[in-house]
């Protein structure tokens, strides 16, 4: 069993960043990759960034690319979201999650933890 929880969400003005960390407690964290997932209301979740076992390969939703990047340190057992020159629809509850699988993973039903999330609320 693994335990995710994130934290560092928050509200912050278009343009600006935010840093989303999440650690994993429990299990072996160098053998799952990692994504990050998030949700509007009434809509379903969806793909931001994943990141496989070593954090030598990404991925990311076109919706984010060259703005966010996703890292993780394996000797903390964290990973971390870098949001950068965030916009109004990046507003969202942010879900951390993990897989036992060497590369990342873009799917929501390949992943087999999640965490509980944290808002990022971004104002106009």
């Known amino acids: 069993q693994v335990q995710l929880v994130e934290s560092g969400g928050g509200l912050v003005p278009t343009g600006g960043s935010l840093r989303l960390s999440c650690v994993a407690i429990?299990?072996?964290?160098?053998?799952?990759?990692m994504g990050w997932f998030r949700q509007v209301p009434g809509k379903e979740r969806m793909f931001v960034a994943a990141v496989g076992r070593t954090g030598g390969s990404t991925s990311y939703a076109d919706s984010v690319k060259g703005r966010f990047t996703i890292s993780r340190d394996n000797a903390k057992n964290t990973i971390s979201l870098q949001m950068n020159s965030l916009k109004p629809e990046d507003t969202a509850v942010y879900f951390c999650?993990?897989?036992?699988?060497?590369?990342?993973?873009?799917?929501?039903?390949?992943?087999?933890?999640w965490g509980q999330g944290t808002q990022v609320t971004v104002s106009s």
């Open positions: 429990g299990g072996t964290f160098s053998r799952y990759a």
């Open positions: 999650a993990a897989v036992w699988r060497q590369l990342p993973a873009r799917q929501e039903r390949e992943y087999d933890y």
